[in-house]
């Protein structure tokens, strides 16, 4: 039912492990975005693409690497992470700049 | 101080009952105003957004205080699928991603 799709829905990877999560959304947006969701805190932009640009790299470690290859399909490449890092990771689209956020169900990830 | 405040609770409240959850935000330049709901291991989906006269959707009620940065909802006769986290959302305006987010106020409606 939801027009943004995340794959995989929960991952559990090791410290020196390269994995890549996925996000597609069916809307037609131009704008895409990386949310980081952890216990007890805000949601955390990470990254923003719009129109297949990124526009927006908020400070993030460079083990979170994203792409953009089109305007619906978004990725986020993971090397080398911290049990930190462990969270939900929530991919967005938006059609421009009015607020509302399509979010999709989310990667679980676990760092071990 | 962090951009969007919110009380987490919990809060426990029967069906039926009216309740109500604040949030109050740092930037004077805010332009923008939400509350979106998130169900338990679920993505936050838009509530709807908050004007600055108020504005009513069904059983929710939004209100705006710019003088006071504050921004209120307002559930009247609570269900039980009214259980959530609501999140308290913030834009300043046109730059695309800006949405700041508060921790959300966790709401359970029991019978």
């Known amino acids: 039912e939801t027009g943004v799709t995340q794959t995989p829905r929960h991952l559990v990877m090791g410290m020196t492990n390269k994995k890549s999560l996925k996000c597609e959304q069916h809307?037609?947006?131009?704008?895409m975005y990386w949310y980081k969701q952890s216990a007890k805190k805000p949601l955390e932009l990470m990254f923003v693409?719009?129109?297949?640009?990124?526009?927006e790299n908020n400070s993030v470690p460079s083990r979170f690497s994203p792409e953009c290859p089109n305007s619906s399909h978004l990725f986020l490449h993971l090397h080398t992470l911290q049990p930190e890092d462990s969270a939900l990771y929530l991919c967005?689209?938006?059609?421009?700049?009015?607020?509302?956020?399509?979010f999709g169900a989310g990667t679980r990830l676990s760092v071990l | 101080r962090k951009e969007v405040e919110q009380d987490p609770g919990p809060f426990n409240v029967p069906e039926g009952a009216t309740v109500a959850f604040n949030c109050t935000y740092s930037?004077?330049?805010?332009?923008?105003f939400f509350w979106y709901r998130q169900d338990c291991r679920k993505e936050p989906k838009l509530l709807m957004s908050v004007y600055s006269s108020g504005n009513e959707d069904g059983r929710f009620t939004a209100q705006l205080n710019r003088a006071s940065q504050y921004i209120s909802l307002l559930i009247r006769d609570s269900k039980l699928s009214d259980s959530a986290t609501y999140l308290c959302?913030?834009?300043?305006?046109?730059?695309?991603?800006?949405?700041?987010f508060g921790r959300g106020t966790q709401l359970t409606v029991w019978p």
């Open positions: 809307l037609g947006h131009n704008a």
């Open positions: 930037n004077s330049a805010s332009q923008s």
């Open positions: 967005a689209s938006s059609q421009d700049s009015t607020g509302r956020r399509y």
């Open positions: 693409y719009s129109l297949e640009e990124r526009v």
């Open positions: 959302v913030v834009s300043r305006g046109s730059t695309l991603g800006r949405l700041y």
